[in-house]
């Protein structure tokens, strides 16, 4: 600290202004233990990360433990944590810093999320969330953290990043409080948080549709990439893992930035389809997947092989066009556990350090099965949402009531 | 004062007429449109095909008629930027209110069109009798109308509008000959475009562009420049309405589509050689302008530019074509003002005049005017 | 005399609508048992208000010189990353990173202003062309967040004097320092001659090239302070946090929230601090009151045109008033928007 302040001081114009702060700083804000935190190395160029793409693929094969009919508790290969410092009686505040709700698959966990809460409430084991939503900005997102940590009264916060190596400071003043933290979706490039909970990642996500569409085409087959929007840590990893089995398998791929944006994916892949034939779609995401089908119906193609997400447009397409298809999930359910997290948590009991939890595709097999489960729920629901156990299902869902 | 339609610039005959198309600004966009749809053809011959044509076409009626109903709001020197919102407010209350049910198709389309109506009223009224800018404006019924409708809905449709509505922008009469098939969505383009027209060469149209010109002048000569502009601001908002109809039916319906649509009609206006500030520019200007632009971006998808390239080279593209227009301009002022009066002897010093000078209050009313016949 | 109380009065009603909102955030956070004047509520807002008030008297320039900035959003991120990346965790590299930083900027400042003046293109055309030029440069350069900013410099964006960041008052330092350029240099003057009439001005043998030019490079720098800014409060540099708060239409809101004319050629830097704080404290009452996000931008939509409303009856009043007294005014200076009011030659007569 006094080195950083030292320096700090040379900054011509701010130096005295710095130095008088030194008396007075926001006690909240202190520097990252030894030169760790944001004085690593910068990111590497690329998003692929063998070790974490052998590690993820590993996980795709291991059973998760954990009760089977609560997907949302399961978890994989957990290293249990002691919480007994946490332990205490009462009914608490759990505060919620959240990235936003601007897509379908956030505002469908917020809902889950929200009569999760509902039954916690009920139990008398949480007795109010306070959420701020950052609307997808990361230094919202900061602000939102420091103000919970310094007027929030929270006994706990749950964080959902926006994005990774920006909100790490923030978590880590969160840390600092000795209030149980739990992340969730996204990661931070620090491990202080009680338990971490997440799917099991990106990597798995490109693997699963990439063997899938390579075991369904054939050597210099075509595939169309559709993408979101580049630079966001959790699509990039999808991306990389599959660029890289498709050209290990010999597959053509193009990719596409489309912002999820139904008539721009109509456009690009019509294009596509205009300069010749295409045997196969892989999206990152599932936004946009039906009008990508439509190209081809337009066109007076054949249906491509195909792997989407399980949003409820999707899956309903697939099964009306009963094409070769596959929807990969970005486990939805992961929007309940970080609130049972923290009941576990006050109650002292252990959780794993890291809470994966299992994140497998929908195939042909249980398709008939989700659609059935899901019925009456809007097109931009998804399947894997699982919320059919709590009280307000399935009107909440069905009229996405956001609060 | 004295409303002329720009039309006027191609109709003096000869060699001038010849030299006037070329150096026209609008004549450029031509010549690139042109360009561009040659090379399109070359990278991919089928494109040439009427079938392929006709869906192309199909697929740029919704920006063509969106840019149609911008062309009017900046002709009269104002901006709508709701217009994006607008057609996601559109698809997503087709999406929400029709769900599966064909007969709802006609009650919905009524209250979509009564939605484009209000909101088109609130944006000129707030424009011309709050005399708030339509900048900040439409900015505010912008956020508030994506707000609205994401609030209302939950962020996403109950599901895609039954297909009876949707083939209204998916579909069309096929199996004809020599056009092979012809979507329903060239039609509505080709009647928004015939409209457009027409009422641009009303008594409504020609007092709009003299608006843009100088509406001062305008309101002394009697004219009514409230009552002329919420119409324009009508018209737009209720060409977002028909682009929201035709994208729900051509894309689907998703929160995210019409997003940005507000800069893509402004540029597309823009690139056909309508001036921001008002008080020139053409209809079909802008409608060229629209189809260059979408060409410009199916070119790249023929092409093998790095997908995140794409923006730039729209960036430049779109600079390089206007920064050409002003300096045309600018040299077509030359002309005249070299015999004209002193206030036009200084300018060809600065061609800066021609579009940045337009967006400042004077209009340069005097050697601007004598310039542009 | 009687020109500048005028003048005051448009701020001074910026700063009523504040007050305004400042009572009704205080009284509506009360019903949830906070204290709006706590510590930590002032701190946020204040964050709040730094970002968004670099980028606003920047574009509050361009605004005055009839011109607009939409490139903002990616000047910053881009600023962002060259300064994270010079630094790269090193404390020496801080005061080059910045000043590299802030050439940079000046450089995209100066191809703006290059463009709108010398190549004649409308400021929005430019200004979204060279944004889209910037963007493609980004998501094609970058992947991700890169770099890393040290603790030393951290510390411009985590630490405060009491609850005020110092952030605050870098910005408000610069608020300070671009109106007093504003009024006293003949930039300034120049400035508001041009963009309050250009022909008038030009006639009247003012350079136009020069202060539009000048306003634009300033509008870019101070986007590359903000992005510095960002930088410091997420340590890393980003290819997104400019577009993530879409600056580009906020910052032109809060200008013309705070009375500056869009059309230019009159407004003032104070105006527009003002009027990022009334954005400021909005976002924070609706945040402490649990708003949902979609609600928000309702409601920020309607604070806008209500809020302008309000301010142009008031300037349509005044101006009835100016009509009454110089009739020759309204010739000269009529515009294409029938709101444009006559350039007030109080402020032209600076120069």
Same mark, same amino acid.
């Given at each position: 600290?006094?080195?950083?302040?030292?320096?700090?001081?040379?900054?011509?114009?701010?130096?005295?202004?710095?130095?008088?702060?030194? $008396?007075?700083?926001?006690?909240?804000?202190?520097?990252?233990?030894?030169?760790?935190?944001?004085?690593?190395?910068?990111?590497?160029?690329?998003?692929?990360?063998?070790?974490?793409?052998?590690?993820?693929?590993?996980?795709?094969?291991?059973?998760?433990?954990?009760?089977?009919?609560?997907?949302?508790?399961?978890?994989?290969?957990?290293?249990?944590?002691?919480?007994?410092?946490?332990?205490?009686?009462?009914?608490?505040?759990?505060?919620?810093?959240?990235?936003?709700?601007?897509?379908?698959?956030?505002?469908?966990?917020?809902?889950?999320?929200?009569?999760?809460?509902?039954?916690?409430?009920?139990?008398?084991?949480?007795?109010?969330?306070?959420?701020?939503?950052?609307?997808?900005?990361?230094?919202?997102?900061?602000?939102?953290?420091?103000?919970?940590?310094?007027?929030?009264?929270?006994?706990?916060?749950?964080?959902?990043?926006?994005?990774?190596?920006?909100?790490?400071?923030?978590?880590?003043?969160? $840390?600092?409080?000795?209030?149980?933290?739990?992340?969730?979706?996204?990661?931070?490039?620090?491990?202080?948080?009680?338990?971490?909970?997440?799917?099991?990642?990106?990597?798995?996500?490109?693997?699963?549709?990439?063997?899938?569409?390579?075991?369904?085409?054939?050597?210099?087959?075509?595939?169309?990439?559709?993408?979101?929007?580049?630079?966001?840590?959790?699509?990039?990893?999808?991306?990389?893992?599959?660029?890289?089995?498709?050209?290990?398998?010999?597959?053509?791929?193009?990719?596409?930035?489309?912002?999820?944006?139904?008539?721009?994916?109509?456009?690009?892949?019509?294009?596509?389809?205009?300069?010749?034939?295409?045997?196969?779609?892989?999206?990152?995401?599932?936004?946009?997947?039906?009008?990508?089908? *439509?190209?081809?119906?337009?066109?007076?193609?054949?249906?491509?092989?195909?792997?989407?997400?399980?949003?409820?447009?999707?899956?309903?397409?697939?099964?009306?066009?009963?094409?070769?298809?596959?929807?990969?999930?970005?486990?939805?359910?992961?929007?309940?556990?970080?609130?049972?997290?923290?009941?576990?948590?006050?109650?002292?009991?252990?959780?794993?350090?890291?809470?994966?939890?299992?994140?497998?595709?929908?195939?042909?097999?249980?398709?008939?099965?989700?659609?059935?489960?899901?019925?009456?729920?809007?097109?931009?629901?998804?399947?894997?949402?699982?919320?059919?156990?709590?009280?307000?299902?399935? *009107?909440?869902?069905?009229?996405?009531?956001?609060? | 004062?004295?409303?002329?339609?720009?039309?006027?610039?191609?109709?003096?005959?000869?060699?001038?007429?010849?030299?006037?198309?070329?150096?026209?600004?609008?004549?450029?966009?031509?010549?690139?449109?042109?360009?561009?749809?040659?090379?399109?053809?070359?990278?991919?011959?089928?494109?040439?095909?009427?079938?392929?044509?006709?869906?192309?076409?199909?697929?740029?009626?919704?920006?063509?008629?969106?840019?149609?109903?911008?062309?009017?709001?900046?002709?009269?020197?104002?901006?709508?930027?709701?217009?994006?919102?607008?057609?996601?407010?559109?698809?997503?209350?087709?999406?929400? /209110? #029709?769900?599966?049910?064909?007969?709802?198709?006609?009650?919905?389309?009524?209250?979509?069109?009564?939605?484009?109506?209000?909101?088109?009223?609130?944006?000129?009224?707030? !424009?011309?009798?709050?005399?708030?800018?339509?900048?900040?404006? !439409?900015?505010?019924?912008?956020?508030? #109308?994506?707000?609205?409708?994401?609030?209302?809905?939950?962020?996403?449709? !109950?599901?895609?509008?039954?297909?009876?509505?949707?083939?209204?922008?998916?579909?069309?009469?096929?199996?004809?000959?020599?056009?092979?098939?012809?979507?329903?969505?060239?039609? #509505?383009?080709?009647?928004?475009?015939?409209?457009?027209?027409?009422?641009?060469?009303?008594?409504?149209?020609?007092?709009?562009?003299?608006?843009?010109?100088?509406?001062?002048?305008?309101?002394?000569?009697?004219?009514?420049?409230?009552?002329?502009?919420?119409?324009?601001?009508? /018209?737009?908002?209720?060409?977002?309405?028909?682009?929201?109809?035709? /994208?729900?039916?051509?894309?689907?319906?998703?929160?995210?589509?019409?997003?940005?649509?507000?800069?893509?009609?402004? !540029?597309?206006?823009?690139?056909?050689?309508?001036?921001?500030?008002?008080?020139?520019?053409?209809?079909?200007?802008?409608?060229?302008?629209?189809?260059? /632009?979408?060409?410009?971006?199916?070119?790249?998808?023929?092409?093998?530019?790095?997908?995140?390239?794409?923006?730039?080279?729209?960036?430049?593209?779109?600079?390089? =074509?206007? =920064?050409?227009?002003?300096?045309?301009? =600018?040299?077509?002022?030359?002309?005249?003002?070299?015999?004209?009066?002193?206030?036009?002897?200084?300018?060809?010093?600065?061609?800066?005049?021609?579009?940045?000078?337009?967006?400042?209050?004077?209009?340069?009313?005097?050697?601007?005017?004598?310039?542009?016949? | &005399?009687?020109?500048?109380?005028?003048?005051?009065?448009? %701020?001074?009603?910026?700063?009523?609508?504040?007050?305004?909102?400042?009572?009704?955030?205080?009284?509506?956070?009360?019903?949830?048992?906070?204290?709006?004047?706590?510590?930590?509520?002032?701190?946020?807002?204040?964050?709040? &208000?730094?970002?968004?008030?670099?980028?606003?008297?920047?574009?509050?320039?361009?605004?005055?010189?009839?011109?607009?900035?939409?490139?903002?959003?990616?000047?910053?991120?881009?600023?962002?990353?060259?300064?994270?990346?010079?630094?790269?965790?090193?404390?020496?590299?801080?005061?080059?990173?910045?000043?590299?930083?802030?050439?940079?900027?000046?450089?995209?400042?100066?191809?703006?202003?290059?463009?709108?003046?010398?190549?004649?293109?409308?400021?929005?055309?430019?200004?979204?062309?060279?944004?889209?030029?910037?963007?493609?440069?980004?998501? %094609?350069?970058?992947?991700?967040?890169?770099?890393?900013?040290?603790?030393?410099?951290?510390?411009?964006?985590?630490?405060?004097?009491?609850?005020?960041?110092?952030?605050?008052?870098?910005?408000?330092?610069?608020?300070?320092?671009?109106?007093?350029?504003?009024?006293?240099?003949?930039?300034?003057?120049?400035?508001?001659?041009?963009?309050?009439?250009?022909?008038?001005?030009?006639?009247?043998?003012?350079?136009?090239?020069?202060?539009?030019?000048?306003?634009?490079?300033?509008?870019?720098?101070?986007?590359?302070?903000?992005?510095?800014?960002?930088?410091?409060?997420?340590?890393?540099?980003?290819?997104?946090?400019?577009?993530?708060?879409?600056?580009?239409?906020?910052?032109?809101?809060?200008?013309?929230?705070?009375?500056?004319?869009?059309?230019?050629?009159?407004?003032?830097?104070?105006?527009?601090?003002?009027?990022?704080?009334?954005?400021?404290?909005?976002?924070?009452?609706?945040?402490?009151?649990?708003?949902?996000?979609?609600?928000?931008?309702?409601?920020?939509?309607?604070?806008?045109?209500?809020?302008?409303?309000?301010?142009?009856?008031?300037?349509?009043?005044?101006?009835?008033?100016?009509?009454?007294?110089?009739?020759?005014?309204?010739?000269?200076?009529?515009?294409?928007?029938?709101?444009?009011?006559?350039?007030?030659?109080?402020?032209?007569?600076?120069?």
């Amino acid at each position: 600290m006094r080195r950083g302040l030292r320096s700090a001081i040379g900054i011509a114009s701010a130096g005295a202004l710095i130095a008088l702060a030194g $008396c007075t700083t926001d006690p909240s804000v202190e520097p990252a233990e030894g030169d760790g935190g944001a004085q690593e190395e910068a990111p590497a160029e690329e998003w692929f990360d063998q070790e974490v793409y052998d590690k993820q693929f590993k996980q795709r094969e291991v059973e998760p433990e954990g009760p089977d009919d609560k997907p949302y508790l399961q978890m994989i290969n957990p290293e249990m944590k002691d919480t007994s410092e946490f332990k205490s009686e009462g009914g608490k505040k759990m505060c919620f810093a959240n990235a936003s709700i601007s897509n379908p698959w956030r505002q469908t966990g917020w809902i889950t999320m929200n009569e999760q809460l509902k039954e916690l409430k009920k139990n008398g084991v949480i007795t109010e969330m306070e959420t701020r939503d950052a609307q997808d900005n990361d230094d919202t997102q900061i602000a939102d953290i420091d103000y919970f940590i310094a007027e929030g009264n929270c006994d706990g916060f749950i964080i959902s990043p926006n994005s990774t190596a920006a909100i790490t400071p923030a978590v880590e003043r969160a $840390c600092k409080t000795d209030k149980p933290v739990i992340v969730f979706d996204r990661g931070v490039e620090t491990d202080c948080a009680v338990t971490f909970i997440h799917p099991i990642g990106g990597f798995a996500w490109g693997i699963d549709t990439a063997q899938f569409l390579i075991d369904n085409l054939k050597e210099g087959d075509k595939v169309v990439a559709l993408r979101i929007l580049p630079g966001v840590d959790v699509l990039e990893q999808r991306w990389a893992a599959a660029d890289k089995l498709f050209s290990e398998a010999g597959i053509e791929v193009v990719d596409y930035f489309a912002e999820g944006d139904p008539a721009e994916i109509k456009k690009v892949v019509s294009d596509e389809l205009a300069k010749g034939d295409v045997q196969g779609i892989w999206m990152d995401a599932g936004d946009g997947a039906v009008s990508a089908i *439509e190209a081809f119906e337009d066109a007076g193609k054949d249906y491509p092989v195909m792997t989407g997400e399980d949003e409820l447009s999707f899956l309903r397409k697939w099964k009306e066009t009963e094409m070769t298809a596959l929807a990969p999930v970005y486990t939805n359910f992961q929007w309940r556990t970080p609130l049972l997290a923290a009941e576990k948590i006050f109650q002292g009991e252990e959780v794993p350090s890291e809470w994966v939890l299992p994140q497998s595709p929908i195939t042909a097999e249980d398709l008939d099965e989700y659609l059935e489960r899901n019925e009456g729920m809007p097109d931009g629901h998804y399947a894997k949402f699982g919320g059919e156990d709590l009280p307000g299902f399935p *009107e909440v869902w069905q009229e996405r009531v956001i609060p | 004062m004295n409303p002329r339609t720009p039309e006027t610039h191609l109709g003096d005959g000869g060699l001038r007429r010849l030299l006037g198309r070329a150096a026209d600004p609008r004549g450029a966009v031509v010549v690139l449109l042109i360009a561009i749809l040659i090379a399109i053809v070359v990278l991919n011959p089928g494109f040439a095909e009427p079938g392929a044509l006709m869906r192309f076409i199909q697929r740029v009626s919704p920006v063509a008629i969106v840019a149609i109903g911008q062309y009017f709001v900046i002709v009269s020197g104002e901006f709508d930027l709701s217009m994006g919102a607008v057609v996601t407010a559109q698809v997503m209350t087709a999406g929400h /209110l #029709i769900g599966e049910d064909d007969s709802k198709t006609v009650p919905v389309l009524i209250i979509m069109l009564i939605i484009g109506i209000v909101v088109g009223i609130v944006n000129g009224l707030a !424009t011309t009798l709050l005399r708030v800018p339509s900048f900040i404006v !439409t900015l505010g019924t912008m956020l508030l #109308i994506h707000g609205a409708v994401m609030w209302w809905t939950g962020g996403a449709a !109950t599901g895609n509008p039954a297909e009876s509505f949707r083939q209204l922008g998916r579909g069309g009469f096929e199996g004809l000959p020599i056009l092979d098939l012809l979507p329903y969505a060239v039609l #509505i383009l080709l009647a928004v475009i015939v409209f457009g027209v027409w009422i641009s060469r009303r008594p409504f149209g020609r007092t709009l562009v003299a608006i843009g010109d100088n509406a001062e002048a305008v309101a002394f000569a009697g004219a009514n420049v409230w009552r002329t502009k919420t119409l324009a601001f009508v /018209l737009s908002s209720l060409s977002a309405t028909v682009a929201g109809v035709l /994208l729900a039916g051509y894309a689907g319906v998703h929160p995210s589509v019409g997003q940005g649509y507000e800069f893509t009609a402004i !540029t597309a206006v823009v690139l056909g050689g309508v001036v921001l500030g008002g008080g020139r520019g053409t209809v079909v200007g802008a409608l060229i302008g629209a189809f260059t /632009l979408e060409s410009l971006f199916t070119l790249l998808n023929f092409t093998s530019v790095p997908a995140t390239m794409r923006d730039a080279i729209q960036g430049a593209i779109i600079i390089a =074509a206007v =920064a050409y227009s002003g300096v045309v301009f =600018a040299k077509k002022r030359k002309r005249p003002a070299a015999s004209a009066n002193t206030t036009s002897a200084n300018e060809p010093r600065d061609p800066s005049t021609t579009s940045a000078g337009e967006s400042s209050p004077i209009q340069l009313t005097g050697g601007d005017g004598a310039a542009r016949e | &005399m009687k020109s500048r109380l005028r003048r005051l009065d448009t %701020t001074a009603l910026v700063y009523l609508a504040l007050i305004g909102v400042l009572i009704i955030g205080a009284v509506l956070i009360a019903t949830t048992g906070r204290n709006f004047f706590s510590p930590g509520n002032i701190r946020d807002i204040l964050t709040g &208000m730094s970002v968004l008030g670099f980028v606003a008297i920047g574009q509050t320039l361009v605004i005055l010189g009839a011109s607009l900035d939409l490139s903002v959003p990616y000047v910053m991120s881009l600023a962002s990353l060259v300064a994270a990346q010079t630094m790269s965790g090193d404390d020496a590299m801080v005061v080059p990173a910045v000043l590299l930083t802030l050439v940079v900027t000046a450089g995209i400042g100066l191809a703006n202003g290059l463009i709108v003046t010398v190549l004649g293109v409308h400021g929005f055309v430019a200004t979204l062309g060279v944004g889209l030029m910037l963007k493609g440069y980004l998501d %094609t350069t970058y992947q991700g967040t890169e770099g890393s900013v040290p603790w030393s410099f951290q510390l411009f964006g985590a630490t405060g004097i009491g609850p005020v960041p110092i952030s605050t008052f870098i910005m408000l330092a610069l608020a300070g320092l671009v109106a007093f350029i504003l009024v006293r240099t003949r930039f300034g003057h120049h400035l508001f001659a041009v963009g309050g009439n250009s022909e008038v001005a030009r006639l009247s043998g003012v350079r136009q090239r020069l202060p539009l030019i000048g306003a634009h490079i300033g509008s870019s720098v101070c986007a590359g302070l903000a992005g510095l800014l960002l930088a410091s409060r997420l340590g890393v540099g980003s290819p997104t946090v400019g577009s993530q708060g879409s600056y580009d239409l906020l910052s032109i809101a809060a200008v013309v929230l705070g009375g500056t004319v869009l059309m230019g050629g009159r407004g003032s830097i104070w105006g527009t601090i003002g009027g990022v704080a009334i954005f400021a404290v909005l976002d924070n009452l609706m945040s402490v009151m649990q708003f949902n996000p979609f609600l928000k931008d309702v409601i920020r939509g309607l604070v806008i045109i209500i809020a302008l409303a309000l301010y142009a009856r008031r300037r349509v009043i005044a101006r009835r008033v100016r009509f009454t007294r110089s009739p020759t005014d309204s010739t000269t200076a009529a515009g294409p928007a029938p709101d444009r009011n006559p350039a007030p030659d109080h402020e032209r007569s600076q120069g």
